[in-house]
């Protein structure tokens, strides 16, 4: 892995970080903010500017990144809960495609695989693998 995946995946991980300490501190703006400015710029140094230009600029991901774009806007502004709601529907709608990813690697962690294991939460998976989220 290269140094700019690595710094990429932990700006990336610091903005996830932040954001949850924005909602934690009652959506404290400046938090979310830096939250969100570090989650994008970590995406974009993991998988390049390119593909993250590619990624939000697709037509179908196009309700998300507007979603998400304006939300991020309603949080800059100041009113930091409806940025949220904007941004958390964004968020679904553009990486719906990757829950079946996301629900294998943490399948390989110890305490959270043997959960995913579970035949409830298996069978769901099962049912939901593949489908992207209806917009």
């Known amino acids: 892995m290269s140094d700019r995946k ?9 903005g996830v970080f932040f954001s949850f300490l924005g909602i934690i501190f009652f959506f404290d703006k400046g938090l979310l903010a830096m939250g969100n400015i570090l989650f994008v710029s970590g995406v974009t140094l993991t998988i390049g500017l ?59 962690i110890p305490i959270l695989g043997w959960l995913f294991q579970q035949p409830f939460i298996r069978s769901w998976l099962d049912r939901n693998q593949g489908k992207r989220v209806p917009v």
């Open 6 to 14: 690595k710094i990429g995946l932990g700006l990336t991980g610091f």
């Open 50 to 108: 390119k593909s993250t230009m590619q990624f939000f600029m697709k037509r179908q991901n196009f309700k998300g990144t507007i979603s998400f774009l304006v939300g991020f806007f309603f949080v800059v502004i100041g009113w930091p809960i409806l940025g949220m709601i904007l941004e958390a529907y964004g968020f679904i709608v553009l990486f719906s495609g990757f829950w079946p990813t996301l629900a294998v690697f943490i399948q390989r």
